[in-house]
């Protein structure tokens, strides 16, 4: 008897992301999605994580958050960028291939983050922002 494909396939169990914390409070925070682990929420985290680009989508202190506004939601931006450098050994990441991705508020804070380089060294903006012994465990 040929084999017969049903009419309905099963669907997948949903798995969570990883979500870590980047800082103390509670906005600060990021969900980790790998290459090897398609379960992205966004059409975007899949299409890159099958490419074997890491996606790394943040929560932050927004406006009318304690410490959100200027300039605690660009700090926690940064300091969230800067957390991956402690998360690579981990989770295997390539810091050459890690995107930062986000909607609305969140796309526009990605492309700061992408400028945050050209920043003047002497701003708290600019470089670490972590002093490694001071991370969440």
Do not use: C
């Not at 609305?104 to 804070?109: D, I, K, N, Q, Y």
């Amino acid at each position: 008897m040929p084999f017969k494909r049903p009419d309905k396939q099963p669907e997948p169990a949903p798995i969570k992301p990883l979500r870590i914390a980047y800082g103390p409070e509670y906005l600060q925070f990021g969900e980790l999605y790998l290459p090897n682990d398609l379960t992205l929420m966004h059409g975007l985290g899949v299409d890159l994580a099958a490419r074997s680009i890491a996606a790394w989508n943040i929560e932050y202190r927004r406006v009318g958050d304690a410490g959100g506004g200027w300039p605690g939601t660009l700090l926690d931006v940064a300091r969230a960028a800067d957390y991956l450098r402690v998360l690579s050994p981990q989770y295997s990441l390539d810091l050459k291939r890690v995107v930062p991705i986000g909607h609305s508020a969140g796309g526009h804070l990605a492309f700061w983050l992408a400028a945050r380089p050209r920043i003047p060294t002497h701003t708290p903006l600019a470089g670490s922002s972590i002093a490694l012994s001071a991370l969440p465990e």
